[in-house]
């Protein structure tokens, strides 16, 4: 509310892509008022780029943790592989033959 009546009564540049950043101009300044429409355009694409900045750190972070991922996937892949191929093999099977006879034995 106070910034609307500032306004109506001294002249003021606005920034709104910036939160109600403004500047307030006591006494006439033709030479900055001129340059308000440039001014304000070129702090909006000035926050722009900030902002698409900060967006694109944030894609390489998650392309970064979506490759880690996708490596610790593949680890886990390798391991059950690894897994798999102990459980088909001939000593595994024949582990599981004694060790199904040893409980046999006992009962």
């Given at each position: 509310?106070?910034?609307?009546?500032?306004?109506?009564?001294?002249?003021?540049?606005?920034?709104?892509?910036?939160?109600?950043?403004?500047?307030?101009?006591?006494?006439?300044n033709e030479s900055m008022l001129n340059l308000k429409d440039e001014l304000e355009l070129h702090y909006s694409y000035l926050l722009?780029?900030?902002?698409?900045?900060?967006?694109?750190?944030?894609?390489?972070?998650?392309?970064?943790?979506?490759?880690?991922?996708?490596?610790?996937?593949?680890?886990?892949?390798?391991?059950?592989?690894?897994?798999?191929?102990?459980?088909?093999?001939?000593?595994?099977?024949?582990?599981?033959?004694?060790?199904?006879?040893?409980?046999?034995?006992?009962?």
């Amino acid at each position: 509310e106070l910034w609307k009546e500032l306004k109506r009564k001294h002249q003021a540049i606005e920034f709104r892509h910036s939160y109600g950043l403004g500047v307030l101009f006591k006494s006439s300044n033709e030479s900055m008022l001129n340059l308000k429409d440039e001014l304000e355009l070129h702090y909006s694409y000035l926050l722009e780029d900030i902002e698409n900045a900060k967006i694109g750190k944030m894609l390489d972070e998650i392309r970064q943790k979506n490759d880690e991922i996708k490596q610790r996937n593949d680890e886990i892949e390798q391991k059950n592989d690894e897994i798999n191929f102990m459980k088909s093999s001939k000593f595994w099977k024949l582990r599981e033959s004694y060790l199904n006879f040893k409980d046999n034995l006992k009962k």
